[in-house]
């Protein structure tokens, strides 16, 4: 494929008023290409996604249809906040599609982590088909490229590691934030009033918590791994480390050790802290918490999430650790 190179004369969004002409001018573009044809985006909730999908909403309405697939690996609270962000504050047309059971039996006993990424890359790619099929008349597929998913990947958006579509589902690309990097989504959807926790997400993995519930997934620990994580974002949020760590996040690996409760002995789950800084995730060095923070974490951890009897912080930067912990 050819590459398509961003134009010399781009400026770089950087204000809030660029941001708004850049969203004037794709609005514009957008209405132009799509005319009253529909449109089918896969809206994860991921900043790239979350941009393009406002952008439709704001060029076609309802000609714009999203699917959101929970595949049952996504973050805390994450699939209710799309359904309310887009369903219920922008009153797009949003298929919320429940995937979980599909996902976790299909996943059911498999402990190597590249066929677990190509597992779920596949049933994504089948759900989403799936629910393409249903729809009636969609002429466009709308995708979060970015600029720097083309210079890296051919143009092809890597999350899920997997190819595209079936060849009766190839329809025309629209991909209105694809000369843009990073740092300019964000500032397109700050300016286009997407919530911070949305426009200024760390960095998160297609296969998401599955590689994170180490070894063959279950569900009680990828329980643990959900409730570990949300409790260590809540505690940055309120510390004001969110911020300040490029990614930060909770693994739980599939072994367990001894404890005490309730004067009785327990044999459950670790929960290891992950906190690294880094430029572009090819090197990451290790934050340094403040003990405070990482006690407060602790505590909440062990009382909080079932399963669990001990809490480990990771040391180790990259390389010679990778920053997931497969
Ligand atoms: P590693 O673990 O290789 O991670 O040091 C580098 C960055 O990539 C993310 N990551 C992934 N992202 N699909 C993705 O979309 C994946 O399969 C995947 N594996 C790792 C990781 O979170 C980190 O930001």
């Not at 439709?56 to 309310?84: F, M, S, T, W, Y």
């Not at 430029?279 to 918490?289: K, L, N, P, W, Y």
């Amino acid at each position: 494929m050819q590459t398509e190179f961003r134009p010399e004369n781009m400026a770089r969004i950087n204000t809030p008023e660029l941001a708004n002409a850049f969203i004037d001018e794709q609005i514009a573009a957008l209405k132009a290409q799509i005319g009253d044809k529909k449109v089918l985006l896969a809206l994860s909730g991921g900043v790239d996604s979350s941009v393009v999908a406002a952008l439709l909403v704001k060029a076609v309405g309802k000609q714009l249809v999203c699917v959101h697939v929970n595949h049952g690996l996504l973050r805390k609270g994450e699939p209710e906040q799309v359904i309310k962000v887009f369903k219920d504050e922008l009153d797009a047309n949003l298929v919320y599609v429940d995937a979980v059971d599909r996902f976790l039996d299909k996943l059911a006993g498999v402990a190597e982590p590249e066929t677990k990424r190509k597992i779920i890359g596949k049933e994504f790619i089948e759900v989403f088909a799936e629910e393409a099929k249903k729809q009636e008349g969609i002429s466009f597929l709308a995708q979060g490229t970015i600029y720097p998913d083309i210079l890296e990947s051919d143009g092809v958006k890597a999350h899920h590691n997997v190819g595209g579509l079936p060849e009766e589902l190839n329809f025309e690309l629209v991909e209105p934030v694809k000369f843009l990097y990073k740092d300019e989504v964000r500032m397109v959807g700050k300016a286009l009033g997407l919530p911070d926790n949305m426009v200024y997400r760390q960095p998160f993995p297609g296969p998401g918590l599955g590689v994170r519930c180490v070894g063959a997934i279950t569900r009680d620990r990828l329980e643990a791994v959900r409730e570990a994580d949300a409790i260590l974002r809540e505690e940055f949020d309120k510390h004001g480390l969110a911020g300040k760590v490029w990614q930060y996040f909770t693994v739980v690996p599939d072994f367990k050790s001894t404890g005490i409760k309730d004067n009785k002995r327990t044999y459950e789950w670790p929960v290891v802290l992950r906190a690294v800084n880094s430029v572009d995730a090819t090197a990451a060095s290790i934050e340094e918490i403040p003990y405070d923070v990482l006690g407060i974490i602790v505590n909440r951890i062990l009382n909080e999430v079932k399963g669990v009897n001990r809490v480990l912080y990771d040391l180790s930067p990259k390389p010679v650790a990778t920053i997931e912990w497969e």
